[in-house]
């Protein structure tokens, strides 16, 4: 049986992925082809991080890129 927070823990992961999608983004639930920051564990999908591997619980791509790095500033009136 679970506990309590354990069961706090799944709900959490199930409200950022609503969330997540509600927003835009895209859910990663498996690795991605030739994508190497990614790869399937025995616990699920990892994140490769600077020094370790990262469990990802909840993990979403956004469908496209801006064409800019910089701000987007609204124009000025007159």
């Known amino acids: ?3 309590e927070a354990q069961v706090r823990g799944y709900l959490l992961e199930e409200v950022i992925a609503w969330l997540l999608r509600r927003s835009g983004y895209e859910l ?4 991605v082809a030739g994508d190497p920051a ?14 370790a ?10 469908p496209w890129v801006a064409s800019t790095g910089g701000a987007v500033v609204a124009p000025s009136r007159p």
């Open 53 to 62: 591997r990262h469990q990802a619980d909840v993990l979403g791509e956004f």
């Open 28 to 31: 990663l639930t498996e690795q």
């Open 1 to 3: 049986m679970a506990t």
């Open 38 to 51: 990614l790869e399937m564990t025995g616990a699920g999908l990892a994140v490769r991080g600077r020094s």
